[in-house]
């Protein structure tokens, strides 16, 4: 697997945000988790890319461990937070230039100009970071976690800040990568979107898993007989929300 999670629990303090979780990724699955404000997702997917290190339990990219192999591990993986942090001085191009000498990274000319045009950034290369919108600066870090062709990809939010012809241009983004082997894995609010990309879902609640599968293989369990076929009305019933409510 691409993805290993073993039993992952971390705490702060004596706050728990994630408990005893344990999940997979494979090549080419394109994986959402989904769970209410305050469920752990981030903390996990903080975790995953090696900024946190696990209270208990084991994280493995690609076979290794990211903590007693990090260097190896993180070579595997590209993390775009839901916040895009940018350097203040560096052109969108500078950046480009920056992960690609980080990561020796070939024919970055081509790669770049390939990511500019399929990001809708181009004739943005000479552009720093303040002289762009939230989602310019979201599709930057983007750019910058796929221009080195990472054969792990986490997605915290990946949607924020973008206009309709954006959100469904990151969404073919998101579906190319996992077509072309990638094992990626997508945190968002956006149960459409979660449910139209991804071959499998993981729902949080509370820091615990509470589902895993596909959205038919959740419907067809027998404790969400009641709940209803889409992923919305699943989701409100894995975590204990009101149908009326929206998910958070």
């Known amino acids: 697997m691409a993805i290993t999670v073993e039993g992952l629990t971390r705490s702060y ?42 209270s ?10 990211i903590v007693t ?3 190896e591990a993180k070579k595997r993986l590209a993390f775009m937070p839901d916040e895009p942090h940018l350097f203040e001085y560096l052109t969108v191009e500078e950046h480009l230039r920056l992960v690609a000498r980080l990561y020796s990274v070939p024919d970055l000319d081509a790669r770049a100009r390939t990511l500019l045009d399929e990001l809708e950034l181009t004739g943005k290369e000479r552009s720093l970071p303040g002289e762009l919108s939230r989602g310019m ?56 979107l979660v449910e139209e990309v991804c071959t499998r879902i993981v729902i949080m609640n509370q820091g615990r898993k509470v589902a895993d599968g ?35």
């Open 13 to 54: 303090g004596p706050l728990t945000a994630v408990s005893d979780l344990s999940f997979s990724v494979g090549p080419g699955e394109i994986v959402g988790l989904l769970g209410p404000n305050g469920a752990g997702k981030t903390t996990t997917l903080r975790v995953l890319a090696g900024i946190l290190k696990p």
């Open 56 to 65: 208990s339990g084991r994280v493995a990219i690609g076979g290794d461990d």
């Open 214 to 248: 596909s959205v038919a293989e959740l419907a067809a369990r027998a404790d969400l007989a009641q709940a209803g076929s889409t992923l919305e009305q699943i989701f409100l019933t894995m975590t204990g929300r009101r149908h009326d409510e929206r998910p958070g």
């Open 69 to 71: 192999q990090p260097i």
């Open 137 to 192: 600066r979201q599709k930057v870090v983007i750019a910058c976690g796929l221009v080195r062709d990472p054969s792990v990809l986490l997605f915290d939010e990946p949607l924020t800040g973008l206009d309709p012809i954006g959100i469904r241009r990151m969404r073919e983004t998101i579906v190319r990568r996992g077509t072309a082997g990638a094992a990626v894995l997508v945190s968002s609010h956006l149960l459409h």
